[in-house]
């Protein structure tokens, strides 16, 4: 049975209790908010009773569309939603959001057995090659090529599984002419994290098939921005791997030496997201892109911070911040920023070699998300000018909440695809 949904902004009838979000007959609700984020509350009030078959009626907002398309989705359930009318441009917008969202969440959701490293690299490279057959190209580095390649950091983190590490180097060239990038993306692609020989305990390790979030939440940011219009150049790297136990894994006291000529001593293998992150920054430089922007479920530290609702923003260019936030909030995507100083840069020491890859104690100290930020700040040219940090606080839930289903959000690609489109 599908049950038809109306918004109303006038209060429920007495009956449902006072301030009632929702009110029924007999083959329809009625949503008493105009609220965007209260409507995603609804729907997943609706989703709770076991109810999977909608037909929105009436006025509705893209954005009201949009937050019930976000409340309703569930993992296990297939939802559908008859959509209201809307202008040629909101509803190609709505298609387009839900696209790039099913396929993002559908990845973070995936389970690691399924996901390896090499297969989240070709599902990231056909999802943005379906949608611009023409005009994009990339090339897939794996296994003992990365390190020959001196990707060091995928190598690295990587050899210890026996599914090879990988590499994807993307390019959208809309124009064909073989510019230099306007902007590169660098995503965190570990689609398992044990914590390596800092091994997480089980209850830490439950989630971490969604370790890869930067990497679903950048390549969304391209794909949305190119079904938006994008015309400009991009460049998109993504660092995969599996952080695992091995004889052959990478250990405690390991020294790394990366193209830059940085050494980098290991001091927490769970600390793995920055050591793969450097060599896509690496090659962003090299790209020479004005802008650069990785994401990542990076650390605990930011969920302490944040909690699962915010996104943390880390800049040395405080005017890229700012604007950052400013995309942020005409996007309806929270996002919040969090310190980063030259300073943090060095505060991981290492009595063996240029720095370590985060302090030993657990969750790497006082200020472990800015440190892990400093530490990237080391891989990114022009003392970060044009660089953005993304830690994905908000890209999963471990259970359901009021707004969302358990798995992933999603919640991070309008605001890249919107950055793009700027850029």
Same mark, same amino acid.
């Given at each position: 049975m599908t049950l038809d949904i109306y918004l109303s902004s006038d209060s429920a009838p007495a009956q449902w209790g006072?301030?009632?979000?929702?009110?029924?007959?007999?083959?329809?609700?009625?949503?008493?908010?105009?609220?965007?984020?209260?409507v995603q509350v609804a729907a997943r009030r609706l989703m709770?009773?076991?109810?999977?078959?909608?037909?929105?009626?009436?006025?509705?907002?893209l954005e009201q569309q949009w937050a019930f398309f976000q409340g309703a989705y569930e993992p296990k359930v297939d939802v559908q939603i008859d959509f209201a009318d809307l202008s040629e441009k909101d509803s190609a917008e709505l298609d387009a959001r839900i696209q790039v969202s099913r396929w993002m969440r559908s990845m973070?959701?995936?389970?690691?057995?399924?996901?390896?490293?090499?297969?989240?690299?070709?599902e990231a490279a056909q999802f943005v090659q379906s949608l611009s057959p023409d005009h994009v190209s990339y090339e897939i580095v794996s296994g003992e090529d990365l390190e020959k390649q001196g990707h060091i950091g995928t190598w690295e983190v990587g050899r210890g599984s026996k599914r090879p590490p990988a590499l994807l180097k993307l390019k959208f060239d809309p124009k064909g002419n073989g510019d230099k990038p306007a902007a590169a993306l660098v995503g965190k692609g570990i689609t398992f994290d044990s914590g390596g020989y800092s091994?997480?305990?089980?209850?830490?390790?439950?989630?971490?098939? #969604? &370790?890869?979030?930067?990497?679903?939440? =950048?390549? *969304? /940011?391209?794909?949305?921005?190119?079904?938006?219009?994008?015309?400009k150049p991009v460049n998109l790297y993504l660092c995969c791997a599996e952080n695992l136990i091995s004889g052959h894994a990478y250990k405690l006291g390991d020294i790394l030496t990366y193209p830059n000529g940085l050494t980098v001593e290991?001091?927490?293998?769970?600390?793995?997201?920055?050591v793969v992150l450097a060599d896509g920054l690496l090659l962003a430089g090299e790209s020479g892109a004005d802008v650069i922007i990785d994401a990542a479920t990076l650390t605990g530290a930011a969920v302490t911070a944040l909690g699962n609702d915010y996104n943390g923003v880390f800049?040395?260019?405080?005017?890229?911040?700012?604007?950052?936030?400013?995309?942020?909030?005409?996007?309806?995507?929270?996002?919040?920023?969090?310190?980063?100083?030259?300073?943090?840069?060095?505060?991981?020491?290492?009595?063996? #070699? &240029?720095?370590?890859?985060?302090?030993? =104690?657990? *969750? /790497?100290?006082?200020?472990g998300a800015s440190n892990a930020a400093g530490f990237l700040s080391r891989f990114v040219p022009n003392d970060g000018k044009g660089w953005l940090h993304i830690d994905l606080a908000s890209a999963y839930n471990d259970s359901p909440t009021s707004k969302w289903a358990a798995g992933g959000t999603g919640l991070g690609f309008r605001t890249i695809a919107a950055k793009l489109l700027r850029s």
């Open positions: 006072e301030g009632a979000l929702l009110s029924f007959k007999e083959d329809s609700a009625t949503i008493h908010t105009d609220d965007a984020e209260m709770a009773q076991g109810l999977s078959f909608f037909a929105l009626k009436g006025d509705w907002s973070v959701n995936e389970t690691p057995e399924v996901l390896a490293p090499e297969v989240l690299a070709q091994i997480k305990p089980s209850a830490g390790m439950l989630h971490m098939k #969604a &370790d890869m979030g930067g990497a679903a939440t =950048v390549t *969304g /940011g391209l794909a949305l921005a190119i079904l938006r219009g994008l015309d290991i001091h927490n293998t769970d600390a793995e997201g920055r800049a040395l260019d405080q005017e890229a911040s700012t604007e950052y936030l400013s995309i942020a909030t005409d996007e309806q995507e929270k996002h919040w920023p969090l310190p980063l100083e030259p300073f943090h840069a060095h505060r991981c020491p290492s009595q063996f #070699a &240029d720095t370590a890859n985060s302090k030993a =104690v657990k *969750g /790497g100290g006082p200020g």
